[in-house]
Nanobody, 113 residues
Framework: VRLVESGGGLVQPGGSLRLACKAV???????????LAWYRQGPGSQSELVAS???????NYADSVKGRFTISRDNSRKTVYLQMSDLKPEDTALYYC?????RGQGTQVTVVS
């Protein structure tokens, strides 16, 4: 499955971004039952799970983003979103989505004054 992320960019602290990840080659019967996740890898850091959403829309978040980030999915568009608010410099990272064994190339988020 090919996953394509978008929506990253440069933002000031306190700002917001909405990331999107589209499964461009997935068929509905594969996408809909899948758990989808957003990961990030900051400079000099290991990859960490940011948020995940199951097929029944049960969600899970890293403690560092709870209350600030919201993950959602639109099965009709085969897309998973990550709404990020109140961004902090420590949120700076390459964000990528994962579905099963497939992972996208990522989209860069940079939070700087």
């Amino acid at each position: 499955v090919r996953l394509v992320e978008s929506g990253g960019g440069l933002v000031q602290p306190g700002g917001s971004l909405r990331l999107a990840c589209k499964a461009v080659s997935a068929i509905t019967s594969v996408f809909n039952p899948s758990t989808l996740a957003w990961y990030r890898q900051g400079p000099g850091s290991q990859s960490e799970l940011v948020a995940s959403i199951t097929s029944v829309r049960s969600t899970n978040y890293a403690d560092s983003v709870k209350g600030r980030f919201t993950i959602s999915r639109d099965n009709s568009r085969k897309t998973v979103y990550l709404q990020m608010s109140d961004l902090k410099p420590e949120d700076t990272a390459l964000y990528y989505c994962q579905m099963g064994e497939s992972r996208g190339q990522g989209t860069q988020v940079t939070v700087v004054s």
